[in-house]
Structure formats: C-alpha cells, structure tokens
C-alpha cells in the first residue's frame, strides 16, 4: 500500500513538473534573508547563523518560504544568493512561491568582509 502512496505521489510530483515547464508564473522581487531576519526587519544585515530557513521577503514586507521546482535549482543556487536580491518567478501556495526561475539582481563581489 505504501508503495503505490509513494508512486502516486512521485508521478503527481512528474505531472506538476512538466506543467510547470509549460506556464508561465508570477515574477516576485526581493531578498533572500533568512526568516528570523525579515520577521526583525534586519535585511541587510543577517547574520549567517540565521540562515535558515531561508524566505523571500519583498518591498512590500511579505515574507515567502522557497519552494524549488525549475530545472537547475537548488540549495548551492539559493545558498549563493543569500543576502542578495532577486527576482523569482512562479506561484504563491500556502505561503510559499514555488519557484521554477531565479535571476539575481545584485553582482557578487560587491562588499568584502575582511580587514586589509
């Protein structure tokens, strides 16, 4: 039984996916901070050890949860452009943007962290 639970939900999983390739979402711009920092209003100054989770907060102050469903997405992708803004494009559910695209707006290199 838990089997053909866990085949239904993989093929629902594949079905979702190629639709997803197909439609086109919403474009949600912001920055990536973790969620202990948006609740704070500390967006430019997160500190790494609140990290995670990691949300989308935008200029209009919501925050978003990442869910990562395009092709080339993953955690290396959000983990590099933590503390950075950019635009994400996808749907909202429950709370969360299902992100299929993710363009970062700010060049890295930008600040250095180190005493010369």
Known sequence: MKRYIAG??????MLASVC?????????????????????????ECYLK?????????EEKETYHIELLGEGLDEVSIDKAFGKEVVMEGWVSEGRIMVVKMTVLEASGKKEFFKG
């Open 20 to 44: 997803v390739s197909f439609a086109e979402g919403d474009r949600f711009k912001g920055w990536l901070v973790g969620e202990k920092c948006a609740k704070m209003g500390k967006i430019g």
């Open 8 to 13: 239904a939900v993989f093929l629902l999983l």
């Open 50 to 58: 609140w990290a995670y989770p990691m949300v989308l907060w935008t």
